[in-house]
Protein backbone atom coordinates (compact mmCIF):
# COMPACT_ATOMS: atom_id res chain seq x y z
CA UNK A 1 0.00 0.00 0.00
CA UNK A 2 2.92 2.58 0.63
CA UNK A 3 3.98 2.00 -2.94
CA UNK A 4 0.59 3.47 -3.94
CA UNK A 5 1.23 6.85 -1.97
CA UNK A 6 4.84 7.00 -3.62
CA UNK A 7 3.36 6.49 -6.91
CA UNK A 8 0.72 9.24 -6.61
CA UNK A 9 3.02 11.63 -5.24
CA UNK A 10 4.75 10.37 -8.49
CA UNK A 11 2.05 11.40 -11.03
CA UNK A 12 1.71 14.52 -9.50
CA UNK A 13 5.12 15.31 -9.80
CA UNK A 14 5.03 14.51 -12.84
CA UNK A 15 2.02 15.85 -14.21
CA UNK A 16 3.71 19.59 -12.91
CA UNK A 17 6.23 19.09 -14.60
CA UNK A 18 4.45 18.09 -18.10
CA UNK A 19 1.61 21.09 -17.45
CA UNK A 20 4.70 23.42 -17.00
CA UNK A 21 6.52 22.05 -19.78
CA UNK A 22 3.61 22.39 -22.16
CA UNK A 23 2.88 25.65 -21.27
CA UNK A 24 3.81 28.73 -23.16
CA UNK A 25 3.91 31.31 -20.54
CA UNK A 26 7.72 33.02 -20.49
CA UNK A 27 7.43 34.17 -17.38
CA UNK A 28 7.08 30.62 -15.76
CA UNK A 29 10.03 29.38 -18.09
CA UNK A 30 12.20 32.46 -17.46
CA UNK A 31 11.73 31.64 -13.55
CA UNK A 32 12.41 28.07 -14.20
CA UNK A 33 16.06 28.63 -15.56
CA UNK A 34 15.01 29.21 -19.66
CA UNK A 35 13.78 30.51 -22.33
CA UNK A 36 12.36 28.45 -25.98
CA UNK A 37 15.52 30.04 -27.35
CA UNK A 38 17.95 28.30 -24.86
CA UNK A 39 16.16 25.22 -25.20
CA UNK A 40 16.50 25.34 -28.70
CA UNK A 41 19.87 25.17 -28.30
CA UNK A 42 20.54 22.24 -26.47
CA UNK A 43 21.43 23.27 -22.89
CA UNK A 44 18.28 21.50 -21.68
CA UNK A 45 18.54 17.94 -20.48
CA UNK A 46 15.39 16.84 -22.09
CA UNK A 47 16.15 18.22 -24.90
CA UNK A 48 20.30 16.60 -25.08
CA UNK A 49 18.22 13.40 -23.76
CA UNK A 50 15.32 13.32 -26.89
CA UNK A 51 18.32 13.94 -29.60
CA UNK A 52 19.69 10.74 -28.53
CA UNK A 53 16.84 8.91 -29.57
CA UNK A 54 16.90 7.59 -32.89
CA UNK A 55 12.90 7.40 -33.61
CA UNK A 56 11.96 8.48 -36.50
CA UNK A 57 8.94 7.72 -37.12
CA UNK A 58 7.92 8.39 -33.70
CA UNK A 59 9.50 11.90 -34.09
CA UNK A 60 7.03 12.66 -36.99
CA UNK A 61 3.91 11.41 -35.46
CA UNK A 62 4.54 13.78 -32.36
CA UNK A 63 5.96 16.70 -34.74
CA UNK A 64 2.31 16.12 -36.24
CA UNK A 65 0.71 16.79 -32.59
CA UNK A 66 2.67 19.14 -31.42
CA UNK A 67 1.73 21.08 -35.09
CA UNK A 68 -2.07 20.45 -34.22
CA UNK A 69 -1.70 21.49 -30.20
CA UNK A 70 0.37 25.08 -31.93
CA UNK A 71 3.36 24.31 -29.70
CA UNK A 72 6.29 26.26 -30.38
CA UNK A 73 8.78 24.43 -33.22
CA UNK A 74 11.87 22.14 -32.72
CA UNK A 75 10.16 21.08 -28.94
CA UNK A 76 9.80 17.10 -30.64
CA UNK A 77 13.15 16.89 -28.95
CA UNK A 78 11.97 18.22 -25.40
CA UNK A 79 8.93 15.84 -25.30
CA UNK A 80 10.54 12.64 -26.39
CA UNK A 81 13.01 13.79 -23.51
CA UNK A 82 10.03 14.09 -20.88
CA UNK A 83 8.72 10.22 -22.16
CA UNK A 84 12.02 9.03 -21.34
CA UNK A 85 11.93 10.24 -18.03
CA UNK A 86 8.20 9.28 -17.40
CA UNK A 87 8.56 6.15 -18.40
CA UNK A 88 11.92 5.13 -16.44
CA UNK A 89 10.36 6.54 -13.51
CA UNK A 90 7.09 4.91 -13.69
CA UNK A 91 9.31 1.86 -14.07
CA UNK A 92 11.22 2.85 -10.87
CA UNK A 93 8.26 3.44 -8.80
CA UNK A 94 6.75 0.32 -10.25
CA UNK A 95 9.52 -1.44 -9.04
CA UNK A 96 9.21 -0.08 -5.39
CA UNK A 97 6.06 -2.65 -4.86
CA UNK A 98 8.66 -5.49 -5.09
CA UNK A 99 7.71 -6.43 -1.48
CA UNK A 100 3.82 -7.29 -2.35
CA UNK A 101 5.69 -9.67 -4.57
CA UNK A 102 7.04 -10.41 -8.00
CA UNK A 103 4.07 -10.31 -10.16
CA UNK A 104 2.50 -7.01 -8.35
CA UNK A 105 6.03 -5.80 -9.08
CA UNK A 106 6.00 -6.69 -12.85
CA UNK A 107 2.67 -5.21 -13.34
CA UNK A 108 2.76 -2.08 -11.69
CA UNK A 109 6.11 -1.16 -13.45
CA UNK A 110 4.92 -2.10 -17.03
CA UNK A 111 1.72 0.25 -16.22
CA UNK A 112 3.63 3.04 -14.73
CA UNK A 113 6.39 3.16 -17.58
CA UNK A 114 3.73 2.94 -20.59
CA UNK A 115 1.49 5.37 -18.51
CA UNK A 116 4.59 7.51 -17.96
CA UNK A 117 5.48 6.99 -22.06
CA UNK A 118 2.13 8.38 -22.84
CA UNK A 119 0.96 11.07 -20.79
CA UNK A 120 2.85 13.85 -22.88
CA UNK A 121 0.80 12.59 -25.86
CA UNK A 122 -2.64 12.54 -23.77
CA UNK A 123 -1.75 16.06 -22.69
CA UNK A 124 -0.74 17.22 -26.33
CA UNK A 125 -4.10 15.53 -27.63
CA UNK A 126 -6.08 17.36 -25.18
CA UNK A 127 -4.40 20.57 -26.05
CA UNK A 128 -5.21 20.05 -29.53
CA UNK A 129 -8.58 19.54 -29.06
CA UNK A 130 -8.56 22.55 -26.90
Not at 49 to 57: A, E, M, N, Q, S
Not at 83 to 88: D, M, R, T
Amino acid sequence: MSWLISAVYATAAALLIAGVSLRSDRVIRWRLGGSASQRLAGKDPLVWIGRRLFVPGARRRLQARLTAASVERGASDRVMGIKVVLFVGGGLIGLSAWPEGALTTAVAATALACAGFRLPEFLLARRAAR
